[in-house]
């Protein structure tokens, strides 16, 4: 095996510079908050609520532009069969941010000052409720971690041919290792670095690609049958629905991952994390310009002429690496390793925040409010330290081990689109809906997404959804060519849609049958009709504002002194009374009467 040396050197040289920006940004804000009395745990998490525009637009529109996106979006309008109709992710995720932070979500999260995105559900729906939505959420940031540590390995052995294994393992412990030293101020400065490195990286590549004598007119070809069909694609009449249920997954499943709302909550009001999120979908958009053109390229390519051999990348399935491959064989060399360490740095920028929004979701959500509510901060700080090196371990393992990472991240973000996102609907804007509701749309949604199918996973489906056929597709693993059952029908999008109603409705006929008497109120098992209003309940901790009390009736009963820790945990002070403010300080001061009767 031939080790190429620059190689080696460049992306020696952009990991290094990641990982120094990593730990300045964490030694340049270690005291941050600690003037203000904000908890290191809540630091590590949002940042202290005060990622400026600058940063704060970098950070978010790395959210999204990562080694997958420039990638995969290459890929589709490389691919023939597909072409520039199918890369639905710029324009899917860019519409995401502006749905999700312009017109709905962005600023009742962050105005209530929710730490993340399962504080909401917890808050209505209980602690359990709040268990069962983290799986989900937490199976997503993994696997999506697992699956652009796979296309690293792949990308870094096409180029500089050296061992996948060794590549993975090296990127994953420098963005665990940053991540587990600085949080998200950390995973933000990077951002900056990392967003530059692939702007500049595939802009420089893309002038000597597209001169290439091999490359022909990328505007004839977008047209007209070159070397393959145009590459600008079309969407069969029997795929519109298919077409249409994928850019919905991109532009409405885009939104409920802790790795957006963790940007959104970070910033130091509504109305900036509205601003950051229309930003970014701007950036989301530019980020993609390099990548159409270099997939446009593959398509205008004749390969015979090149290094790379007269066989097409696509015939040797090898689609999945276009970019790779157009900065290997259509540039000079040290263009071709500059672009190759931008795309290193796309890969860790999209890591390290699945890998932290998974552990601050574990620590806060699961750990501190549903087990340790007494934990103390220096606690909660080294759960997230622990759980950060334990996802990020479990998802380098995964992408070592499973040859199926990719379809098990097709199946649990799908599982986000149909089963957290009509919940985060629900909790935010409908009013009445309660835990017997979010159990029954948790199931529906997952009984109808699984009973579809999920050929990557070789995962039959016990559903079929109306114009639903078979086709002979090459196994990814074996290379076998088998039948493979396929839903021509939007059915992720009623997957969802049935949550949403299901959720709607189990909820008001459980408040219906409690309230009207025709079932007992002691069946209220999950104290979400009758028992979430009466006195006791009310006398435990509360996580919103006297105002509006909601209590997060499945908590166990905690000390006075206690409650106003977590109230604030879910309230921005500075917006309540100031009489309330007063007495809820008077209560917990440690010289009230009720702490001297203790």
Known sequence: MTIHVEGLV???????????????????????????????????MVGGRDIGLFVGGFTMTATWVGGGYINGTAENVYLPD????????????????????DFFFAKP?????????LDPFQQLYGKRMGGLLFIP???????????????????????????????????????????????????????????????????????????????????????????????????????????????????????????????????????????????AAFGCLIMA?????????????????????????????????????????????????FGLGAVSAAVMSSADSSILSASSMFARNIYQLAFRQSASDREIVWVMRVTIFVFGGLATLMALVTGTVYGLWYLSSDLVYVIIFPQLLSVLFVKGTNTYGSVAAYFFGMVLRVGGGEPYLHLPPFIYYPGWTTEQR???????????????????????????????????????????????HKYDFLDAVVSKHSGEIMDKTTLVTRGNNIALSEMAPVKPRLSVTLAAAFTRRDTLPTDTVDEEEEESSPDSSHHDEE
């Open 137 to 279: 959420a937490l199976m997503g940031e993994i696997f999506w971690s697992a699956a652009i540590l796979s296309a690293l390995g792949a990308t870094l052995s096409v180029i500089v041919d050296i061992n996948i294994k060794m590549s993975v393992v090296i990127s994953a412990l420098i963005a665990i290792f940053y991540t587990l030293v600085g949080g998200l101020y950390s995973v933000a400065y990077t951002d900056v670095v990392q967003l530059f490195c692939i702007f500049v990286g595939l802009w420089i590549s893309v002038p000597f690609a597209l001169t290439n004598p091999a490359v022909s007119d990328i505007m004839v070809t977008a047209v007209k049958h070159v070397y393959q069909s145009p590459w600008r694609g079309s969407v069969d009449k029997s795929d519109t629905w298919v077409w249409i249920d994928n850019f919905c997954l991109l532009m409405l499943g885009g939104i409920p991952w802790q790795v957006y709302f963790q940007r959104v909550l970070s910033a130091s009001s509504a109305t900036y994390a509205q601003v950051l999120s229309f930003i």
């Open 10 to 44: 460049a992306i020696a040289v952009f990991y290094l510079l990641i990982l120094f920006v990593g730990i300045w940004a964490a030694w340049k804000n270690k005291h941050t908050g600690e003037a203000e009395g904000t908890d290191r745990s809540e630091t590590i």
């Open 82 to 101: 597909y072409g520039l109709a199918w890369a639905q992710a710029p324009f899917g995720y860019a519409l995401s941010l502006v749905v999700g932070g």
């Open 289 to 337: 310009v390099p990548s159409v053109l270099i997939g446009a390229i593959g398509a205008s390519t004749d390969w015979n002429q090149t290094t790379y051999g007269a066989i097409p990348p696509k015939e040797k399935e090898e689609a999945d690496m276009i970019l790779p491959i157009v900065l290997q064989h259509l540039c000079p060399p040290f263009v071709s390793f």
């Open 109 to 117: 999260m962050r105005s209530r000052g929710y730490v993340t995105m």
């Open 474 to 520: 090459k196994d990814h693993i074996t290379g076998q060519m088998e039948d493979v059952v396929v839903q021509k029908f939007p059915f992720k999008t009623v997957s969802m849609l049935a949550s949403f109603l299901g959720n709607v409705a189990f909820s008001y006929l459980a408040k219906y049958l409690f309230e009207s008497g025709k079932l007992s």
